[in-house]
């Protein structure tokens, strides 16, 4: 009985140690994920992480980098895919895809990410003054990408080229924690069961998607291939967990098996697949992250919009290369108002897949969009001939879309065959409307136009663009833009498909550039929606504007010239300047379209609302050498406040694509001012007592030469090697967070300004 004591003891002091242990190995990998999080993420994610190292999951560390592009223009033929998740599993399998080690489990000190942190705290940046030269800051620089057996060499050549790059070496305790972590074995910081409700609502969700009949089957892959980039989440909480959508080859409560494509509607190669979905261990990055609900309320919606209506689905289309990338044919039996209606809802998700999804990196993708415009949309209750599932049937051949191609060259003859097809569907929809208006006695007016049923924000937007990369918000915000868009349906349908779920990020350049190519199309089609609003009479002069000095292709577009775009709207005007009035009564308009959240009077005092009134107000070649986005922190007494300075360039036209600086005109620059972040990659930091922000204000107008604004950063910007920069990093984490909840991620700093 004694020893029987005695062993029982010994036991559970054995068990004891071993909970402790266990404790201490989650909390040592709980506060190394924070700092990968706060002092990693910021530059090693999404497809641009510098040599391939993603570090927002484990799984990232474990395959470690590459020095092959992801980014490559000067690509011939597609590129190898290393999708992390997604193309191959396991360690051993990317060392064979060439990737090499960052850890080194068997000797910790050795491995690359615990040399490069050594490497730094070694050589600390000066904290003071510009940085030593030799650091390299551009997007498109050449990467030294050091692996184990090559690190002697690389330490002696770049001593300060420790991590973080170009940034502030951790805090002594921050660097002791990640080399415990490290000496530990790296371990992955392991994700919980899942809760019983969550484990309810993932089956819900499983069971709903894989449905045998054929009409179930068909939504199940209308949703996958619009929503395959989400970021998934069935429960709100302050610390979600995150899935995605996916093919398996097995059925839901096994273990996912992948069905990896190149693109969503590639065949999955098997007959039989379900839609599952796949919990994401990962750290959220702002520049990719979509957040997106599932949840029994949105279940219920996708049952009453695709299931519960009357219609039959007669055969469930296959993937024919020729055909599955055409939504107009492969979904022409789902109803079309359902499938404009899954669109619109969230429609600022809707539109942040081609802002976020595959252009982490993408001027050439992006410079054919002004820098900052509105987008309003089609009322899906209203006559319309993209509704028509007739119409869109009669004109599937002239929406066909370009296919994703692996070879070397533009094919431009395909491009003008595309260019003539996309002329007869804009002549074919005005000719449906003049009819149908016509016998209704009528012309279109603003009840045509979508205000989100009295409740939805997603109504009225803005996309800004910030050279190359982009972003997009609920409501309107700044001052009157120099061009606005009104989409319809299929005009929404083909911008996903051309440059969501066709866009291959490892595709051939001539891929890339047809893509670019195709989007002209589109962007002018928008445009063109907008001015049938305006006075007939003022039409063409705004076109001329938009376009000057643009190829005939665009200035000559056949419908500018057409019957339709004489016909009157019946809207009546009466200042000089339709535009700015139209877009004042969509502001009232539509719901959410004033953006009060990022009215920067509701925050800031009445000086520094002036001043930025001032500064809002002050076109010109001052604002020329302001970054696309700026964060401004606006500290003083009670007073700690996010704002963001967007540069919006001015062009002469975006319907070239190369020489974009020819055809800048700096006088034309402006600045949008507003409460809060927008943009997922800052240029720059300022830090502003509130009192200075007039001063502030006076140095950016009187600025005019890149001189001027080297003193301005000294004055006020937060250099890269300022000892309190990733204090300024972590308080705008704080208010990111604060202002946008669950969308909100880590900001990315790879265009972040040195000096």
């Not at 899954?342 to 252009?359: Q, R, S």
């Not at 005009?491 to 001539?510: P, T, W």
């Not at 076109?543 to 643009?550: D, L, Q």
Request: glycine share 6%; hydrophobic share 40%.
């Amino acid at each position: 009985m004694i020893v029987n004591l005695r062993s029982n003891g010994l036991l559970a002091i054995v068990l004891g140690l071993l909970s402790s242990a266990v404790v201490g190995a989650e909390s040592l990998a709980s506060q190394a994920h924070q700092l990968i999080e706060q002092r990693c993420v910021v530059c090693h994610a999404c497809y641009d992480a510098p040599c391939q190292l993603k570090m927002e999951a484990h799984e990232g560390l474990v395959r470690g980098g590459s020095q092959t592009l992801v980014y490559d223009s000067t690509r011939l033929l597609a590129g190898d895919l290393t999708r992390l998740f997604d193309d191959v599993q396991g360690e051993r399998a990317w060392r064979k895809k060439g990737f090499y080690p960052v850890l080194n489990a068997s000797e910790p000190a050795a491995g690359v990410l615990r040399r490069m942190l050594d490497l730094k705290q070694a050589n600390p940046l000066p904290p003071n003054g510009p940085l030593p030269e030799g650091f390299d800051f551009r997007l498109h620089r050449d990467q030294q990408c050091a692996k184990p057996g090559d690190f002697d060499q690389f330490a002696s050549e770049f001593p300060l080229w420790g991590m973080p790059y170009g940034l502030p070496a951790l805090q002594p305790d921050e660097h002791a924690t990640l080399v415990s972590w490290l000496d530990a074995g790296a371990p992955a910081l392991k994700q919980g069961p899942l809760s019983p409700a969550l484990q309810t609502e993932l089956a819900a969700w499983e069971q709903f998607l894989n449905g045998d009949d054929n009409k179930s089957r068909l939504m199940a892959r209308y949703v996958y291939e619009h929503l395959f980039l989400a970021t998934l989440y069935l429960q709100a909480d302050d610390r979600p967990r995150w899935f995605r959508l996916v093919r398996s080859a097995t059925p839901p409560g096994e273990p996912i098996d992948l069905l990896t494509t190149r693109r969503p509607f590639d065949d999955p190669g098997r007959k039989t697949f379900f839609y599952r979905l796949q919990a994401m261990p990962i750290i959220v990055a702002a520049k990719s992250h979509q957040p997106y609900r599932f949840d029994a309320e949105r279940r219920a919606w996708y049952q009453s919009l695709f299931l519960s209506p009357d219609y039959a689905v007669d055969k469930v289309p296959g993937y024919d290369e020729n055909t599955a990338g055409n939504p107009f044919t492969t979904f022409a039996a789902l109803p079309v108002r359902s499938r404009y209606r899954f669109l619109l809802e969230e429609a600022e998700f809707t539109i942040m897949n081609f802002i976020k999804g595959p252009v982490c990196r993408g001027q050439i993708a992006l410079n054919v969009i002004d820098d900052r415009f509105w987008v309003m949309f089609m009322d899906p209750d209203e006559l319309d001939p993209e509704l028509d599932g007739a119409f869109l049937e009669r004109e599937a051949r002239n929406l066909r879309l370009p296919a994703a191609r692996t070879g070397t060259v533009i094919d431009l003859l395909e491009w003008r065959r595309y260019a003539r097809g996309h002329a007869r569907y804009m002549r074919a929809k005005a000719d449906y409307l003049e009819r149908q208006y016509v016998e209704q006695g009528r012309r279109p007016g603003l009840e045509v136009i979508w205000d989100g049923d009295g409740d939805n924000p997603n109504a009225a937007l803005t996309i800004a663009r910030h050279v190359d990369t982009a972003s997009v918000v609920k409501g309107f915000v700044g001052e009157t833009p120099k061009t606005a868009w009104f989409i319809t349906y299929s005009l929404l349908e083909r911008i996903h498909y051309l440059l969501v779920a066709n866009f291959d990020v490892y595709g051939a350049a001539s891929h890339q550039l047809e893509s670019r190519l195709y989007m002209d199309f589109l962007r002018m089609e928008g445009e063109l929606n907008f001015l049938m609003f305006l006075p007939a009479n003022r039409r063409q002069a705004l076109w001329e504007h938009w376009y000057r000095n643009a190829p005939d292709s665009a200035r000559e577009h056949p419908f500018v010239r057409s019957d339709a775009m004489q016909r009157e709207t019946s809207l009546s005007f009466t200042s000089e300047d339709p535009k700015a009035e139209f877009l004042g009564w969509m502001r009232k308009r539509l719901h959410g379209a004033q953006a009060p959240s990022f009215d920067y009077r509701r925050t800031a005092s009445a000086e520094m609302a002036t001043a930025f009134e001032t500064l809002i107000s002050a076109r010109g070649e001052h604002n020329s050498f302001l970054p696309a986005v700026s964060f401004v922190n606006v500290i003083g007494p009670g007073r700690d406040e996010a704002y963001t300075l967007l540069h919006d360039a001015g062009y002469s036209n975006i319907a070239q694509l190369f020489r974009e600086e020819e055809r800048r005109l700096p006088k034309e620059d402006a600045v949008t001012v507003v409460a809060g972040l927008i943009g997922a990659h800052p240029n720059q930091f300022f830090q502003v007592h509130e009192k200075q922000v007039p001063l502030f204000v006076n140095d950016i107008l009187g600025m005019q030469a890149e001189e001027d604004f080297q003193l301005l950063r000294q004055r006020y910007g937060v250099r890269r090697n300022s000892p309190w920069f990733w204090s300024v990093s972590d308080r705008l984490h704080t208010l990111y967070r604060e202002q946008d909840g669950l969308a909100a991620g880590v900001l990315d700093y790879n265009r972040y300004l040195g000096y």
